[in-house]
């Protein structure tokens, strides 16, 4: 009977400690995890900025929930590019300008160089001219001044780089969360169709030319070139085993944190979208700006709604402004390696911004337009990408298969036929 009782114990005792081991190791695991998450999150800012809010805001209000599938589809086109562009970084240890630096000739790099420049200096446009409306609407600060406050708020992340990538993670994603609480009162508060909702979420449709316009404004506003450049370098920092098998881990890990953070901005981007549609189009209002859709709230939903929009315009616009001058640093430094100090570089991505603010241009109508303008430059990353993640010689193991080629060159494609739609109509005026 003791001989029993010693072997049941034994197996309990073994059963405790494999328990206990695989208690560790879910929490070595999940503590892994966190130290790679971060990245994704710094890049999914793009994703719901004030060029999403100005293009989401006028499709919804316009074509009430009909174009939802057109967030969807971009996002889905996101996650694709984010995760080639972690790829190319985790491979390399290089970002994506750094790498066409290696590879294309010096006069195409000064081509590619140009373009994205364009794009950053478009990007940025937008994020400032969001945080600008954002401090203007909540404080009532002149728009001069707000987009002055701005810029040295966003000198000021961009400078915490000082004290390690982590830390500008870190702000960047409590300014994230700030714009999801928003979107989640905004939601409560709206009470939209939701049958509807889930109807237009996967049955696409384009009720018109100027739908067209709108929709290419959201991709463009979704699917943003400047942070294709942008994710490769944030993945460097974290590159510390440069093994075939740590590069995938990696990539896995890396894969997580895009998923998460892409599907976050999915449902915000969608939120932008269902609000618009059910405050907006549902009285029959159409609007024009960022200023009138935060005007128009207070009456319908109450001051709680429209002080949320402020605050989730602001929180926009800071923490995307920061990203859009770290993209252009990148972009800068990368292409065509110009020996300019960085904040030399930042302040240079910031200027048009600030000069468009000065001259009191109509601000949703430039918002819009810029995010025209960064769908036209999409196509110069994606094929970049294309053309350095087929390479065995430079990716190695994680050299792009077959199926990721032709699903890159089909979603390439797809952006450059909606262009040309795009300019078709804005030429013949049929917008």
């Given at each position: 009977m003791d001989y029993k009782r010693n072997i049941a114990e034994t197996r309990d005792i073994?059963?405790?400690r494999k328990e206990v081991i695989g208690k560790s190791n879910r929490f070595n695991k999940v503590k892994e995890l966190f130290k790679f998450l971060g990245p994704a999150f710094v890049i999914s800012v793009a994703y719901i900025d004030p060029?999403?809010?100005a293009t989401n805001i006028s499709g919804g209000s316009k074509f009430n929930y009909t174009l939802i599938w057109v967030i969807l589809f971009s996002n889905l086109m996101a996650i694709f590019l984010q995760t080639m562009s972690a790829k190319i970084g985790i491979a390399t240890g290089k970002s994506i300008p750094e790498m066409c630096a290696n590879i294309f000739d010096k006069k195409l790099n000064w081509l590619f160089w140009i373009v994205a420049e364009i794009g950053a200096m478009a990007t940025d446009l937008a994020e400032f001219l969001g945080g600008t409306l954002g401090l203007n609407l909540l404080f009532g600060i002149p728009m001069i001044y707000s987009g002055i406050i701005i810029g040295v708020i966003t000198f000021v992340i961009c400078y915490m780089e000082k004290?390690?990538?982590?830390?500008?993670?870190i702000i960047i994603t409590?300014?994230?969360l700030i714009i999801c609480v928003a979107y989640?009162?905004?939601i409560f508060l709206a009470k939209p169709d939701l049958l509807q909702v889930g109807i237009h979420t996967i049955v696409p449709s384009l009720p018109n030319g100027e739908s067209v316009f709108i929709a290419v404004g959201m991709l463009g506003a979704t699917v943003m070139p400047h942070v294709i450049y942008l994710h490769s370098q944030l993945v460097k920092h974290r590159c510390v085993d440069c093994s075939d098998e740590?590069?995938?881990?990696h990539l896995k890990l890396e894969k997580i944190d895009i998923s998460i953070a892409m599907n976050i901005a999915f449902v915000v981007n969608a939120a932008m979208v269902i609000v618009a549609a059910s405050v907006f189009y549902r009285n029959g209002i159409v609007v024009d700006s960022v200023e009138e859709a935060h005007k128009s709230l207070e009456p319908l939903l109450g001051s709680l709604s429209s002080?949320?929009?402020g605050i989730a315009l602001l929180a926009s616009g800071l923490s995307s402004s920061a990203v859009g001058t770290l993209a252009g640093q990148t972009i800068m430094k990368?292409?065509?390696n110009l020996s300019i100090p960085v904040n030399v570089r930042r302040v240079i991505t910031m200027l048009p911004a600030l000069v468009v603010i000065a001259f009191g241009v109509n601000p949703m109508n430039v918002l819009v337009l810029s995010q025209v303008a960064l769908s036209f430059i999409l196509p110069f990353p994606i094929i970049q990408m294309l053309c350095i993640a087929e390479r065995k010689d430079i990716m190695g193991a994680l050299v792009n298969k077959i199926s990721v080629r032709i699903l890159g060159v089909a979603i390439a494609m797809v952006i450059i036929v909606l262009n040309g739609v795009l300019l078709y109509l804005s030429f013949t005026g049929k917008s």
């Open positions: 073994l059963r405790c060029g999403n809010i004290y390690g990538q982590k830390t500008v993670e409590v300014l994230v989640t009162i905004e740590g590069k995938e881990k002080g949320a929009f990368g292409f065509v």
